[in-house]
C-alpha cells in the first residue's frame, strides 16, 4: 500500500463498535498481572503465550482466551487492561468505542461483578477526561452456557445499570443459536438495554434471522454469513442495521482463507452498513488502524470507500445526536482535508 494512503487511514477518526475488553489482552500485561496475583497459568513465559496464538476456528481460539482470562482477580487488574486499550486506541485516533465484557468469565471463577464493572468503567472516565474518548460498555452472555446462567448475570447487572448501555451474546456460536436466549433478552429489553449478539461469524444465516426477530437487535456482530442470503440482505439494508464486521478475527479464526476472499466489499455493493472492529486485537495481530490496513490492501478500497465505513460506526454507535455529529463533523473535515 503506498505510504500516504496509510497515513490517511491513521489520521482519520474512527468508532470501534466490536472489541472485547478480555481480547485486548496482551501478553505481556497478561503475564505482569498473572505475577502479581500469583496465578499460575499454562504459558511459562511471553513466547509461549504468543506460540499458542495460532488458530484453526473460533473454540480454538476461546479456549485459550478463557485461559488468559483466569489471571484477572482485582478491579486494578480490570483498570489496567481496559487502560492499555485506551492508550492503544488513542495513538489510532479512536475517538470512540463501545466495549463488550464477559461478567460470567469473571464471576464464575468467584470475582465479583462490582469489581470487573468497575475496574473498566473508571478506566473509561479517565479516558473521556484525559483524551476525549466516549465509550460504552455492552455486557455479553456467554452461550455455550444455559440461558438460565444468563438471566442469573442479567439480575446482578441491574445494580450497574447506569453503567451498563447494552447486553450481546458471545462465544462457540455453532450449537448455540439466538433463540436459546429469547427470554433473557427480552427481559433485558424490558430494563432497558440495548440489544445486540454475534451472528453469522460461523454460525449460518438463519441464525441472524433469530437475532433480528428473536433477540431484537439494534445492531448486528459480525453477519458475515449475510452474504449466502439475498433476502436477508434486502432485510439489513432496508433496516439500516449496522454490522461490525472484524477482518483480522475472520482471518485468524478461519473463517475467511484470504483477505482478498473476505464478503466485506461484497456486503456494502449490497448497501448494508458494514463497520472495521478489532474484536479481539491481542490475539488477532492488530487493533484498529491494523484491520483497515488489511483490509484496504486486500481488497483495494479507495478514499470514499474508507470514509463510508468510518461514518457507518458514528452513525451505528449508542450515542446522543450531539455527540454523533460532533464525530461526523470531524471526519467530514479531515475528509475535506485530506481527500486527495
Ligand atoms: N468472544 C471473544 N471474541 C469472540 C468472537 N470473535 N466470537 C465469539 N465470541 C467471542
Ligand atoms: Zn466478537
Known sequence: MNSTLKSFIEGMPKAELHLHIEGSFEPELMFAIAQRNQVKTKFDSVEAVKEAYQFNNLQDFLDIYYEGARVLLTEQDFFDLTW??????HAQNVIHTEIFFDPQTHTDRGVDFGVVISGISRALAQAEQKYGITSRIIMCFLRHLDESEAEKTLAQALAYK????????DSSELGHPPSKFK???A???EEGFVTV??????????????????????RLDHGNRSKDDPKLMARLAAEKM???????SNLKLCVVDDLK???????????LKVTINSDDPAYFGGYMNENYIAITEALELNRTELKQLAQNAFEACFVDEGRKREMLAQLEA???????
Open 261 to 271: 476472499a473476505h464478503p466485506l466489499r461484497f456486503l456494502m455493493e449490497n448497501n
Open 183 to 185: 427470554n433473557v433478552f
Open 197 to 218: 449478539a454475534h451472528a453469522g461469524e460461523e454460525g449460518p444465516a438463519e441464525y441472524i434471522w433469530e437475532a433480528l426477530d428473536l433477540l431484537h437487535i439494534s
Open 187 to 189: 427481559k433485558a429489553i
Open 334 to 340: 479531515y475528509f475535506a482535508e485530506n481527500a486527495f
Open 162 to 169: 447506569d453503567r451498563i448501555y447494552g447486553v450481546g451474546l
Open 242 to 248: 449496522a454490522l461490525t464486521v472484524c477482518p483480522l
Open 84 to 89: 492499555a486499550y485506551v492508550e492503544r486506541i
